[in-house]
């Protein structure tokens, strides 16, 4: 399996408030990526990133941020949460990019709500 | 824009049967990569098979085929020889080349085996 870990693996906050969730690898890939899954929506990309400092937006990245200051962490902040935030939040990692076979892996989740 | 259109929200089939899971997709690039994963109860998403724009051949792996119509833009899931641990979310997903390693997703098809 790769190594990835989500912390925290639950959180329940209320809305206002900050939180920041943490996706950790040790495969050392280039590409992280943050999506949260919703009912009847899949999954949604939020933000991803295809290096240190490299970081560009998905389809729903409005009212969340992220920072990836070294290869192996990839943070994603809600900077004001809201109960619309309330969600299973992934984080995923890949080799390489554009067409090539290539596999993401994901980790094992972030279950968050927002009171 | 890339887009993801899964048509069955859920199926029910019985188990030793064939299945057929459907993915249409829609994308103006030449080159990109489709997927499918599995989310079991548990919550993990689990990488299935990929298929990428220039294959020749559908992918296979074990039970797992794709079935790639280009012409129609169609990556259907056939898992042969239904088991009860196929009861699951299955996802379908793609990759273009164009949009700098971004994978979006389907909303998924709920597959029910039956004993």
């Known amino acids: 399996d790769a190594g990835i870990t989500q912390s925290p693996r639950h959180k329940v906050t209320e809305t206002g408030t900050p939180v920041t969730l943490r996706c950790h690898q040790t495969?050392?890939?280039?590409?992280m990526y943050w999506y949260r899954q919703d009912p009847g929506h899949g999954l949604r990309l939020i933000h991803y990133?295809?290096?240190?400092?490299?970081?560009d937006k998905g389809e729903v990245s409005d009212g969340y941020s992220v920072s990836r200051s070294k290869t192996e962490d990839f943070l994603l902040t809600l900077e004001s949460a809201t109960s619309s935030q309330t969600s299973v939040y992934f984080c995923?990692?890949?080799?390489?990019?554009?067409?090539?076979?290539?596999?993401?892996?994901f980790g094992p989740g972030t279950r968050l709500t927002v009171l | 824009a890339q887009k993801i259109t899964q048509t069955q929200p859920g199926m029910f089939v019985q188990e030793k049967e064939a299945v057929t899971l459907d993915c249409t997709y829609d994308?103006?690039?030449?080159?990109?990569?489709l997927f499918w994963y599995k989310q079991p109860s548990s919550g993990e998403m689990i990488f299935l098979i990929y298929?990428?724009?220039?294959?020749?051949q559908n992918a296979t792996e074990g039970r797992y085929s794709l079935n790639f119509q280009k012409a129609r833009k169609s990556a259907n899931l056939v898992i042969s020889a239904s088991q009860l641990g196929d009861s699951a979310m299955y996802f379908c997903?793609?990759?273009?080349?164009?949009?700098?390693?971004?994978?979006?997703f389907g909303s998924g098809t709920r597959l029910s085996i039956r004993p």
């Open positions: 995923a990692i890949s080799e390489y990019g554009g067409s090539s076979y290539n596999e993401q892996f």
């Open positions: 997903a793609m990759r273009e080349a164009s949009s700098a390693s971004k994978i979006i």
């Open positions: 990133s295809y290096g240190v400092k490299d970081t």
């Open positions: 495969e050392n890939h280039r590409y």
């Open positions: 298929q990428g724009s220039y294959d020749e």
């Open positions: 994308t103006s690039d030449q080159s990109y990569g």
